[in-house]
């Protein structure tokens, strides 16, 4: 709503029904929405329908692979969890094998300090390494979305302006806790691309990812690569990304 002068004028921004399934974690959008990019992609600002998994509709849902810890304790026992040297948890234990999961959920290199302290006041200490990254999926867990709809054109300008029709998708899934693979692709009007995409966890050095890309398009067709690698700790992070891609790629 604007106001100049002796003048007005209206303008419609987004307008969306969205239906969010708590139980499976689903979503669907039924209006005006934008779809997710990739490093390779593009995101597109549709009319139409969007049906994903949205992990955020659950806000406590563990999705990302977490440290766990396991031992044995001959007796009753209290644990003691330091993090990076600061205590974040204490928690019981009877006697027998115990495990301690998804500890830290903080991004990048943590280190975990266990002190186990049982009735008698013996005390045990063992020092676990765990690299934590919002970029991987738990073992079995997946995520996807799929979009179609009509390219929102002069969008803050014009309030009902729908153009060409376009669509857009990907699915990733963990393989492991440490590999997600995936695959993408979108399309919009005479061109499109896809292709697969992964990323995978190198120990307790960082994360690499990787995707590469095949489209076609008015001007011709092209390929695309892309390669990252990050790492972060308490004292330091360093990033690394490369792309190519070839001169017609849509």
Known sequence: ???????????????????????????????DFVTTASSLGSSLRLGGVSFSRRYNIGPYYLRFPGQVVS???????????????????????????YELQNLINLSGLQVTDVVVRDVLRNEQTFTDLFYFSQELLRRGLDEYSIDLGAQREQFGVRSNDYGKPGGSGFYRRGVSDALTLGVRGEALDRRYNFGPTASWRLGNFGVASA??????????????FALGHSFSSSSFATSIAWRTEAQNYP
Do not use: M
Request: avoid cysteine.
């Open 1 to 31: 709503y604007l106001r100049a002068g002796a003048g007005l004028h209206t303008t419609r921004l987004n307008t969306s029904l969205t239906r969010d399934w708590r139980d499976s974690l689903q979503r669907l959008v039924i209006g």
């Open 71 to 97: 031992g044995t304790a001959a007796l009753p026992s209290d644990i003691y969890l330091y993090n990076n040297g600061v205590l974040v948890g204490r928690q019981k234990v009877a006697p027998g094998a």
């Open 211 to 224: 995707e590469a890309s095949w489209g076609d398009g008015p001007d011709g067709s092209g390929s695309a």
